[in-house]
C-alpha cells in the first residue's frame, strides 16, 4: 500500500524522500522473497527428513526447530541423555558447589543459543494455549505457571522438549503423547 499512498501525498513529500521510501520498499519485497524461498527449502528438507518429522511430533517443536536441531544434532546418539542435550544447549542450571553446599542458579545459557532460543520460543507457543486444557501435560504446565512463574516453566518446558528429542534422536522410539483420562 506504500505507493498507493506516496501517490495520495503527492506533494506532500520531496522526490529524494519519495525514491527513497521507493528503494525500502523494493529491498523489502526482495527480502520477502529471499524469505520465501528459505521456507520453502525448510519445507522441503523437512519433507524428506524422518528424523525432522519424528521430532516435529513434539509440541512446540515446527518445521525451522526441527531441521535446525537435526543439522545440529544428527541422530543425538553422542549424547549420554537427554540431560546431556538439555546441558549443551545451555537448558540446565547453573551450579555452584563448595564445602558440601550446592547452590543452583539461573540457567547456564552456555551451548547453541540459535537452538535454545528455538526451543524456549516454542515452548512459549505450547503454554500459550494451556489453559482450559484439562490433560495430564497442560495440568502439570498449568501447576508449574502458577508455582514458578510463566518464564520458568517455558525453560522447563524446553528443557523436557530437548530431552524428548534426544530420545527421539537416538533410538527408534516415535512421540506419543500422555493421555490420560480425567478423572
Given at each position: ?25 523494493q ?36 518445521p ?55 526451543l ?10 494451556v489453559?482450559g ?11 508449574l ?8 516453566a ?27 483420562a480425567?478423572?
Open positions: 500500500m506504500i505507493p498507493e499512498i506516496l501517490i495520495q501525498t503527492e506533494g506532500e513529500l520531496t522526490s529524494f524522500c519519495q525514491s527513497l521510501i521507493m528503494t525500502l520498499v529491498r523489502l519485497r526482495a527480502l520477502e522473497d529471499e524469505i520465501a524461498v528459505a521456507e520453502s527449502w525448510i519445507r522441503s528438507f523437512m519433507n524428506h527428513s524422518a528424523l525432522c518429522q519424528k521430532i516435529a511430533a513434539v509440541p512446540g517443536i515446527g525451522i526447530t526441527a531441521t535446525a536441531i537435526v543439522a545440529a544434532v544428527g541422530r543425538a546418539d553422542g549424547f549420554r541423555n537427554g540431560r546431556h542435550l538439555a546441558a549443551w544447549l545451555g537448558l540446565v542450571p547453573r551450579q555452584h558447589s563448595s564445602g558440601g553446599k550446592s547452590h543452583l542458579y539461573g540457567i547456564s545459557k552456555r551451548g547453541d543459543r540459535y537452538l535454545r532460543t528455538l524456549i520460543h516454542g515452548a512459549r507457543s505450547v503454554l500459550i494455549r489453559s486444557k484439562h490433560d495430564a501435560r497442560s495440568r502439570w504446565l498449568q501447576e505457571i502458577a508455582r514458578r512463574g510463566y518464564n520458568r517455558c525453560v522447563a518446558l524446553a528443557n523436557k522438549n530437548a530431552r524428548i528429542i534426544q530420545v527421539l534422536l537416538s533410538t527408534e522410539a516415535t512421540y506419543k503423547p500422555v493421555v490420560q480425567d478423572s
